[in-house]
């Protein structure tokens, strides 16, 4: 069975403006016990370094506002979420004015 999820990289840093590119990424079908990295850019536009923590997180709300999940499903999503994804990189800092080229692991 197949399941698709949207869900969010959230980082936590300074003040500053930060982009990351692409702005979805799609894994597609990976057989279990393998894994496959996709990669992504994260961009400081400011004029400060920052510091930066990422994580998965499941997008909580749908396009109108109203809450995508119960409370058994958001633990159930966010298990999977650290069970299953990490980054390369999930802390440190990006110079201002620069990128930074993270890997996200996904292995079911």
Known sequence: MIKKYTIDIIGRGSDGGVQIKPSSVDFGTITVGFSKTMDAVIYNNSNCNIYIELKM????????????????????????????????????????????????????
């Open 57 to 108: 997180a499941p997008k909580l709300k749908n396009i109108e506002g109203q809450s995508k999940y119960n409370a058994k499903e958001l633990n159930n999503l966010a298990k999977v979420l650290s069970e299953n994804f990490s980054f390369d990189t999930p802390k440190g800092i990006i110079n201002a004015k620069s990128k930074k080229t993270i890997s996200i692991i996904f292995k079911p």
